[in-house]
């Protein structure tokens, strides 16, 4: 029986590993005439001072957010992808995405970009994705190709 996927989650933070990851989750949400949902995760911690969450910050974030979302809704309406969902949600990115956003819109398959953090940023932070394969209860698909699935150049 041929696997078929019918809620694809994309992960999208405005890095050009995310924009790979978002037009291939288009091309799979439309080969699986599935439901394509586009999320952006608001890091609230970036945001906290010692004294207080700066509000103005998170507003920019915000509307940045809204016109990179808008900007996707356009680009996979253009592609005859019609069942679409965006979302913005606040707070730590890994959980997030591998465990809230999944159950709220019943995800069988999240895809992310594969990130640009060093071995450092890792080690302290460590990586969105690798968090998400590890936590997800559904598949994960994590993007280093593009739509051609050739490996991406990186510019030094």
């Known amino acids: 029986m041929l696997q078929q996927y019918k809620t694809i989650m994309v992960a999208v933070d405005g890095s050009n590993e995310a924009e790979l990851a978002f037009k291939k989750a288009v091309n799979v949400a439309k080969r699986n005439q599935g439901k394509l949902i586009i999320a952006h995760v608001i890091d609230t911690r970036a945001f906290q001072t010692v004294s207080s969450f700066d509000g103005m910050l ?16 356009a680009y996979a309406k253009e592609q005859d992808c019609d069942q679409i969902t965006t ?16 159950q709220e819109h019943h995800v069988d398959l999240i895809m992310l970009g594969a990130t640009g953090l060093n071995a ?6 460590g990586s969105v994705s ?23 150049k990186k510019a030094d």
Do not use: H, S, W
């Open 58 to 73: 998170a507003e920019q974030a915000t509307e940045m957010a809204k016109q990179t979302l808008d900007e996707y809704l």
């Open 130 to 152: 690798e968090y998400v394969i590890r936590n997800a209860a559904c598949d994960v698909l994590v993007v280093r190709t593009d739509l051609e699935n050739e490996e991406v």
């Open 87 to 102: 979302v913005i949600e606040y707070g730590a990115p890994k959980q997030i995405i591998a465990k809230q956003l999944p």
């Open 120 to 125: 450092v940023e890792r080690l302290f932070i």
